[in-house]
């Protein structure tokens, strides 16, 4: 069974300039995360989503951040206006039946630097 | 809101050395915490999940949750090299939001 992938890998951008970020979840899972991981922290949920309905987006930046899952599968995360401070690894993670106890199964995340 | 805190920041044993990593939490009626691991390009991967008080078991992964305590923690029999990687705590009770710690530096030493 193929993981959770994410593209692309990694990303650098001037401070002010758009970027994207793609998620393919595992085939089936119905819950789909977006965390924000700065170096040296862990992980914080920006958005999730179950099936293509937004669940919790509290922790996400409106003004400049935006996730969509328009089919209920993959999954996007865009960055509009970069600063420096969204330097981070974001990971995008899924799980089945997104009840408190269901596995999250991560991806390899997209390392983005702002320069 | 549930905080998340581990210890120690960075940990180095020797290759067959058992290695044991903390972590504590403030509210103690949580019952849902992972144990992931993880490497640069791997993502994160979960070692353990425990649900209740009490010791569970994963091949040479071993969590202990004492919520009268406010602590969980991870056990690694035998060690290994290819084991060195970032530990990271998370608490799940929150509706699908894991909160994690800032998570311990393994090195395992040949």
């Known amino acids: 069974e193929a993981g959770v992938t994410q593209s692309p890998r990694y990303a650098v951008l001037q401070e002010g300039q758009a970027v994207s970020f793609w998620c393919d979840p595992i085939?089936?899972?119905?819950?789909l995360y977006w965390y924000q991981q700065p170096r040296d922290q862990g992980p914080q949920l920006l958005v999730y989503?179950?099936?293509?309905?937004?669940?919790?987006n509290s922790q996400l930046p409106s003004d400049r951040f935006s996730a969509v899952r328009p089919k209920g599968t993959n999954s996007t995360l865009k960055i509009q206006s970069a600063k420096q401070g969204d330097t981070a690894t974001y990971l995008c993670a899924s799980s089945d039946r997104g009840y408190n106890y269901a596995e999250q199964f991560f991806g390899p995340g997209t390392r983005l630097t702002v320069l | 809101q549930q905080k998340v805190q581990q210890s120690p920041e960075s940990l180095t044993v020797s290759e067959g050395a058992m290695a044991s990593l903390n972590c504590t939490f403030s509210d103690g009626t949580s019952n849902n915490f992972r144990w992931y691991r993880q490497h640069s390009a791997k993502g994160l991967e979960v070692l353990v999940s425990i649900f209740s008080d009490g010791e569970k078991e994963e091949g040479r992964f071993t969590a202990h949750l004492n919520r009268a305590n406010l602590h969980v923690s991870l056990h690694i029999r035998e060690p290994q090299p290819s084991d060195s990687a970032v530990y990271l705590c998370?608490?799940?009770?929150?509706?699908?939001?894991?909160?994690f710690g800032i998570g311990t530096l393994l090195s395992v030493k040949p």
């Open positions: 989503f179950r099936d293509e309905a937004v669940i919790d």
């Open positions: 085939s089936g899972h119905d819950t």
């Open positions: 998370a608490e799940g009770s929150s509706g699908n939001k894991l909160i």
